[in-house]
């Protein structure tokens, strides 16, 4: 049985309206809010949690990672045996868990697996919302081969690949439905180049309009979506036109089309930290002038991409998608987000537009009355003051996910 807790005395942050309500409790009862009021009644057996003027706040949303890469050595993470690939993901989860994001949606590579054995309790992590893999071309995004490797797709049924080589209107059309029925929320593809594959320049573009639209009618008869790996305008225009309905990074993109983006209903997912952590890290990683050359491209355009997002009306959900050992960075991204966006802003992208990303509204991202438990409590009020959610966890002494306590140093 999972204990139930009444949450008294504190702040309750609402991330849609971006305000703090003072004066109302919170009873969770198992995974659930069962009741959010004035003065509650204490039902017995709860345990009482004396906030003691903190804020109580949605636990955050992560849009874009990839929980098997352990490493930044793509090919190791490829080759690693199943059972190691799972373990070290769960290390990867419960490092995001600490940090407060108690949704995680995975953009390549976490099976249906690791999904049930977060549900299941036995491992401690965020709740995932997956893809299976990403589907790239021959020589595309996902292909790690380099140029004078002739060998089929190696490795692609591995739990620690991303991807998946597929070319071909219907062996797209059987990939997606494989996906799907191995329990895929989503579908992923590389429509564009990028930095960490290695035959592909940024402004390549990848898959044909009628392979784009094959997975687009196949997501979308199973009620699904399809989210694409895009830079580039040309790409991200093309995309949109197509069905595809979360555009990822999108670090290149211009005003018309961020506008027709917005008007079609999708969601984009601006990965900044990425970026700026490959800069920092680069050189030591062993990355050459090419690759460098690369990373300038997009990291170049990331502001004004949330300029040009934001002015557009385009929601935007909070990503990072760090590899290996990169992942210390993982809350920067609210330094880089806050030198455009306000924390209002931020925090919505992290809470509100990531639930619906997730297709899960109503259910997390919020504090409301039958959503799930997921909760932090804050020191202070991260509507004033957003880098009280960079601290890696410093400043949230209690993290609950799912109705289940997995931190606790209040004092």
């Given amino acids: 049985m999972t204990p ?171 990939a997606c439905r494989t996906m799907i029925k191995e329990g895929a929320n989503f579908i992923k593809v590389m429509a564009n180049g990028g930095v960490s594959s290695p035959n592909d320049p940024i402004h390549s573009i990848q898959y044909s309009r009628d392979e784009i639209a094959a997975t687009v009618e196949e997501a979308e008869n199973a009620g699904l979506y399809v989210a694409a790996h895009v830079y580039t305008d040309r790409s991200i225009a093309r995309c949109v036109e197509l069905g595809v309905h979360s555009l990822e990074h999108c670090n290149l993109i211009e005003p018309e089309t961020a506008r027709m983006a917005a008007e079609k209903g999708c969601i984009a997912v601006p990965t900044l930290v990425a970026y700026d952590a490959l800069a920092l890290e680069g050189e030591a990683l062993g990355l050459g002038a090419s690759e460098f050359a690369k990373i300038d491209i997009v990291r170049n355009g990331g502001l004004r991409s949330l300029e040009i997002m934001r002015d557009a009306g385009l929601p935007m959900a909070f ?27 931020i925090i919505q992208s992290a809470t509100v537009v990531g639930a619906r990303l997730c297709r899960l509204e109503g259910q997390v991202g919020v504090i409301a009355e039958g959503a799930f438990a997921d909760l932090l409590v804050v020191d202070g009020n991260p509507l004033s003051d957003i880098s009280l959610l960079q601290g890696d966890g410093a400043y949230m002494p209690l993290i609950m996910a799912n109705g289940r306590v997995v931190k606790n140093v209040l004092h």
């Fill in 4 to 174: 139930s807790y009444l949450f008294t005395g504190g702040h309750v942050l609402d991330a849609e309206a971006g305000v703090l309500k003072s004066g109302l409790d919170v009873l969770v009862e198992g995974q659930r809010i069962t009741a959010i009021g004035a003065n509650l009644a204490k039902p017995e057996g709860v345990e009482v949690v004396d906030l003691a003027g903190k804020t109580v706040m949605p636990g955050l949303i992560d849009c874009h990672v990839h929980i098997v890469a352990e490493t930044l050595d793509l090919w190791a993470n490829m080759v690693a045996p199943a059972s190691l690939a799972a373990l070290r993901a769960a290390r990867v989860m419960d490092e995001a868990l600490q940090r407060g994001f108690t949704t995680l949606r995975d953009l390549g590579g976490a099976d249906y697996g690791l999904v049930r054995a977060v549900n299941e309790g036995l491992i401690r992590g965020p709740r995932l919302v997956i893809c299976g893999k990403g589907l790239t071309t021959t020589g595309g995004h996902a292909d790690l081969r380099n140029r004078t490797d002739d060998r089929p797709g190696l490795f692609s049924d591995r739990l620690g690949s991303m991807g998946l080589i597929v070319d071909g209107v219907d062996n797209v059309r059987a």
């Fill in 319 to 345: 990503g990072s998608d760090l590899l290996g050992q990169l992942r210390k960075y993982h809350c920067m991204e609210f330094e880089l987000l806050a030198k455009v966006l306000t924390p209002h802003e």
